[in-house]
């Protein structure tokens, strides 16, 4: 059995493991000198599409772009 001081310090602060990450993800990409700061930040964009269901079909799909400057 684990005892409460074997506990991540990211899930005693109250944090995903995933947003403990994107943080420490966003520090080294901030830390790196040019040309390998732009070139990490422009790989931080994501894009997707989302389809909504209706009568167990898909309708048209929104291509949605989630990138922190926008």
Do not use: Q
């Not at 830390?31 to 422009?42: D, G, H, I, Q, V």
């Not at 931080?44 to 949605?64: L, Q, Y």
């Amino acid at each position: 059995m684990a005892s409460n001081g074997a506990i991540p310090f990211w899930r005693a602060a109250g944090m995903t493991y995933i947003t403990y990450s994107n943080i420490c993800a966003n520090l080294v990409r901030n830390c790196l000198k040019e040309p390998y700061k732009t070139e990490a930040l422009s790989r931080e964009k994501v894009h997707f599409s989302i389809s909504k269901w209706t009568d167990g079909k898909p309708e048209k799909p929104a291509i949605r772009s989630d990138s922190p400057e926008e």
